[in-house]
């Protein structure tokens, strides 16, 4: 799989623009603040319907403009297609493949294969559960279509459950209807603790390897599941705990609490390890996901790195470029230092110069 063009129009600090990607290793070089992440963004934004930076829709369109145009060429095992994205300020994004309009946004995940790679990324261990809970979703999103719905029927029923809890400080007669959303809220969490420790385990395998080799076979990666509560103890979990859900306006319990553990060596590096293991860790977690795409798929993904270089030693900086010779890169950076330094071949070069792109 690979992406031909991307086309934006009044998108971000774009009036228009329209690039030809290489099959192979694609630079977007210039100074800080010129568009070059903007150009990153709008491709995870089409493949995968949301911003890896959590921007809202409006946010992301034009000053003085009311709406923005993201079209993504792709070709994904010999078939082409076209992805045409409207961002509008006041109403929900439209979204056609192939010129046929889809219902809903979350449509669009599984047809094209994107791992980012951000330097946020480098905080997925340190940070909160908040992150590794994001980044469990945002890969098992891409990869399983089903879990793209029950974690987006969960994720309304927790918020309907929540603003319930609330209303009903005000109205006592509305608990008994807490049994009809503690019921669904069982069922589609059930199935989502479920595929998220079956994911971790696969994860944990691939992961394993990876960091071994970072780290040249001195340091062991253990990866484990922590979810808030087991799929067989959710739903009577929520009816003991409705009590203090009610106290505190807010479901306590449930996936949307989860966590992963994150050992090295048997500690916890979470709370105990160095900056540098951190960033090793989280590297190989992203790194992994390369790996899960071709197992699951059966085809390379679309890697976007945005600006991680300059984070990592020259030692990560090595392995990270080996592992990408061979799928299609999109990479941000200021200079072209590091890449020449290590030899690196690089298909086709962008300049990226306040909101304009000159191809070298």
């Known amino acids: 799989m690979y992406i031909d063009s991307i086309q ?97 946004a979350k449509e669009l995940i599984g047809i094209v294969h994107v791992v980012l790679f951000s330097p946020e990324d480098l905080s997925i261990i340190k940070n909160g559960p908040a992150e ?12 399983d279509q089903l879990y793209v719905s029950d974690l987006s029927a969960y994720n309304h029923i927790v918020n309907q459950r929540n603003a319930l809890l609330r209303e009903i400080r005000f109205n006592d007669t509305l608990y008994s209807t807490l049994d009809v959303w503690d019921e669904q809220m069982s069922a589609y969490g059930e199935r989502i603790i479920r595929k998220r420790r079956e994911f971790i385990e696969e994860l944990q395998e691939i992961a394993c390897d990876i960091h071994k080799n970072l780290t040249g076979g001195l340091e062991e990666l253990r990866l484990f599941y922590e979810p808030d509560v087991t799929e067989e103890m959710l739903k009577s979990a929520l009816f003991e705990n409705r009590d203090r859900d009610l106290r505190l306006k807010t479901s306590s319990t449930g996936p949307h609490r989860d966590d992963i553990c994150v050992m090295v060596d048997g500690i916890d590096i979470r709370k105990y390890g160095s900056q540098g293991q951190q960033r090793t860790a989280a590297l190989s977690l992203k790194l992994s996901e390369i790996y899960l795409v071709r197992q699951r798929i059966h085809d390379e993904p679309v890697l976007l790195l945005d600006d991680v270089l300059s984070e990592l030693d020259s030692g990560r900086q090595n392995y990270l470029l080996n592992s990408i010779h061979d799928i299609q890169t999109i990479i941000t950076c200021t200079g072209l230092d590091d890449f020449i330094d290590h030899q690196f071949k690089i298909n086709k070069v962008f300049h990226v110069v306040k909101g304009t792109v000159r191809g070298l």
Request: hydrophobic residues 30%; proline residues 3%; glycine residues 6%.
């Open 132 to 143: 590794r809970r994001r980044f469990t979703d945002m890969e098992l999103c891409q990869l």
């Open 8 to 104: 934006l129009k009044n998108y971000r600090n774009y009036e228009f623009l329209e690039l030809n990607f290489d099959q192979g290793t694609n630079i977007l070089y210039g100074d800080n603040a010129q568009g070059k992440t903007n150009i990153l963004e709008a491709v995870c934004l089409a493949s995968t319907s949301k911003s890896h930076r959590g921007s809202k829709d409006k946010d992301m369109i034009r000053f003085h403009e009311e709406e923005s145009h993201i079209r993504l060429l792709i070709e994904k095992k010999d078939v082409p297609y076209k992805i045409d994205m409207h961002l509008k300020k006041n109403k929900p994004k439209g979204v056609a493949i192939n010129g046929m309009p889809i219902k809903k």
